[in-house]
């Protein structure tokens, strides 16, 4: 009797350990709040200065240098705050469209609550017509123009660099080769 009152007594005492240790590991996962918790955006003031501070300690800026791209990234930031706010944003629903409710609240199926299949809900993804690509690539090219004005051509190779990183040729082989391999 006194055997297996031990063993019923380290069989609990063990299940409850783990038990105790998984709810422990549980507390650095963040909760439900904390997962769908979006930052707000920064100022324009402080996007343009936290990355003309970015080009200062990679490219080694004069005080003149970082001034004038202070005023750059300044004046772009804005540009953006504002092409951001006029844009509509891509789930919203079209004006006077019904709100079926999208939250998988309980008792909510996989599915959800859907509107009848007769119903196109939402936008088409592929919204940007080719004149506004066209705008933007206008505005990526006076950007660059106005980036080498300010910069010599090694800060400015750099920073191109740094932007948009070249990707090692035995990287790209073997990324090719696990896209075919998939």
Sequence with gaps: MKKHFWAIACAILFIG???????????????????????????????????????KSLLNLTEKQYDKLYKLNLKWAREDQKNQSEAPHMGSRPEGAPNFGGGRGPGQGPRGNRPPQSMDRRPHRDSSSSADKEKMEKQRQKRKKKLKKVLTDEQYARWTEKQHPVMPKDRKEEKKFNTIKE
Excluded: H, W
């Design 17 to 55: 350990s783990g038990t105790i240790a998984a709810q422990e590991a549980g507390k650095d996962m963040p909760d439900q709040q904390e997962k769908n918790f979006k930052p707000m955006p920064l100022s324009p003031e402080k996007s343009a200065r936290q990355t003309t501070n970015r080009m």
